[in-house]
């Protein structure tokens, strides 16, 4: 591309000089202020495909974790399943640009280590003028392409905790648990881990994990670790449902759920080469990581299911595909193909494990397995983000904005920062969540009458069937 100067210069010299100006060096200073203050401006390759994962993304919501989990559960509870992750996305998106946005990505001032403040509260000061910076100094995006991109992220991290309680949890408690869950355990965690200054000013104050060196390409800790947790302390306070564990519970519609697994394998490449924030390589690459790692998974998870139950179940499959898709997520941009199918085949055997462990063992009505695949996946990919990460097995290291460099990757050291992120989610969220349970079953009540479980949330909460017949 020809420099902006040698444009302006032998243009702008002649005409400075017949206005008077005496000394051509003057007149070249003038034109090198003239271009410097020329901001950077958006591509339009990069727009389009923040506006085109932001979509993909959505999708991953509705309809994809919503048949995902409508399938999953007892006909009598479909609709309600439905309802509630629709009802959340529509909160969560009011929420987002009401204060959401402005507590997840400014400065907090005495707090910014752990949340943001409210300078862009109802989006104060964000139009279409106004530019985001990606990973790269001095390219930028329109900041309106971001706000609405990090939505849907806030929107799926809150539905997803719906898996935990299914069957059971009252329709209006699960409203304000969500408003509320979004607000102390969401925004400070998506704070922590992604705030920054950016390229340009990578040395502003950051957000508590990000100073650490964690990393979370696209919401490993922040998106299903929180999630995961979420669902499985929602389960502990709710209680199992009626009739767990003595009557069979199998799922209503494996197609449907089937369906919505698809959907959120196709959604989730929006969601990690998204996290890119720009149409680049890198991209690229977690978009080929986000099709090789839930492959191996499943693989995986099927060849576990295989050896110990003698038949490969399509449930299995799509969970396991799941799971290995949540386990990429955080390395989706720093790891390697190699590296992601390791990741794969890691993951699909741990959460394989973890459904019988928590249910058999921990004796946890976790109904849709929300822990086991998300809680324990996001576990596996934000450690081995520390470990797939390293150029020497492939992975892209870790940039160093002030030496303009890939920095020396110290290996121990990077999964230590990992740690430090799983451990502060693992805290922040189960203890947040606790007390959100508690409170709002103190005050109203968490659980539906026993009449009104029996009968099925459908009628019950909802006033209407899925089904005819």
């Known amino acids: 591309m020809m420099n902006l100067k040698s444009l302006v210069l032998p243009l702008a010299l002649p005409a400075l000089m017949l206005a008077g100006v005496a000394h051509a060096e003057e007149a070249a200073a003038i034109v090198e202020v003239v271009t410097e203050a020329v901001a950077p401006t958006p591509e339009k390759g990069d727009t389009t495909w923040m506006l085109i994962s932001t979509a ?7 309809p994809g974790l919503a048949l995902f989990y409508g399938g ?5 509870n479909v609709l309600s399943v439905l309802s509630q992750t629709m009802a959340i996305v ?4 009011i929420l987002w640009v009401v204060y959401g946005y402005s507590m997840a990505f400014t400065s907090g001032g005495d707090l910014n280590s752990f949340v943001g403040g409210l300078s862009k509260m109802f989006l104060a000061g964000v139009n279409t003028s106004s530019m985001v910076e990606t990973f790269s100094a001095g390219v930028v995006i329109p900041e309106l392409s971001f ?8 929107a799926i991290t809150v539905s997803l905790i719906v898996g935990g309680l299914a069957e059971r949890v009252k329709f209006s408690a699960l409203l304000v648990f969500s408003v509320l869950w979004f607000t102390f355990s969401y925004l400070p965690m998506a704070h922590m881990v992604w705030f920054w200054g950016g390229p340009s000013a990578y040395g502003d104050p950051a957000g508590f994990l990000f100073a650490k060196g964690a990393l979370d390409f696209a919401g490993g800790t922040v998106v299903h670790i929180n999630a995961g947790v979420a ?4 389960a502990m306070v709710l209680g199992k449902r009626i009739g767990f564990g003595r009557e069979p519970m199998p799922p209503h519609n494996l197609v449907m759920t089937m369906i919505g697994a698809s959907l959120l394998w196709v959604g989730w490449f929006g969601f990690n080469a998204g996290s890119n924030l720009e149409s680049n390589g890198t991209a690229a690459m977690a978009f080929l990581n986000t099709m090789l790692a839930p492959a191996a998974a499943m693989l995986a998870w099927a060849a576990a299911e295989w050896m110990t139950r003698g038949k490969p179940s399509m449930l299995g499959m799509a969970s396991g595909a799941v799971a290995g898709l949540v386990a990429v997520t955080p390395a989706a941009g720093f790891s390697g193909p190699m590296g992601a199918i390791v990741l794969g085949l890691v993951v699909g055997v741990v959460a394989f494990w973890g459904v019988a462990f928590i249910k058999r063992a921990l004796n946890v ?3 849709l397995d929300v822990f086991a695949v998300h809680g324990l996946g996001g576990i596996v990919g934000a450690i081995g983000t520390g470990i797939v990460a390293n150029p020497a097995l492939g992975g892209s290291g870790v940039f ?3 030496a303009n460099a890939v920095a020396e990757f110290n290996p121990t050291a990077q999964v230590i920062s990992q740690l430090w992120g799983v451990g502060t989610v693992l805290i922040w969220s189960g203890v947040v969540s606790f007390i959100l349970f508690k409170l709002i079953d103190m005050v109203m009540g968490l659980r539906v009458s026993e009449e009104s479980e029996r009968e099925g949330l459908d009628t019950s909460s909802h006033g209407e069937r899925a089904y005819s017949n």
Request: no cysteine; aromatic share 12%.
């Open 56 to 62: 993909l993304v959505f999708m991953m919501i509705l």
């Open 72 to 76: 999953m559960v007892r006909s009598k």
């Open 90 to 93: 529509a909160v969560v998106a």
């Open 147 to 154: 706000v609405i991109f990090q939505l849907t992220f806030a």
């Open 231 to 234: 669902a499985l302390v929602g």
């Open 365 to 367: 009505d976790d109904s």
């Open 400 to 402: 160093d904005y002030a």
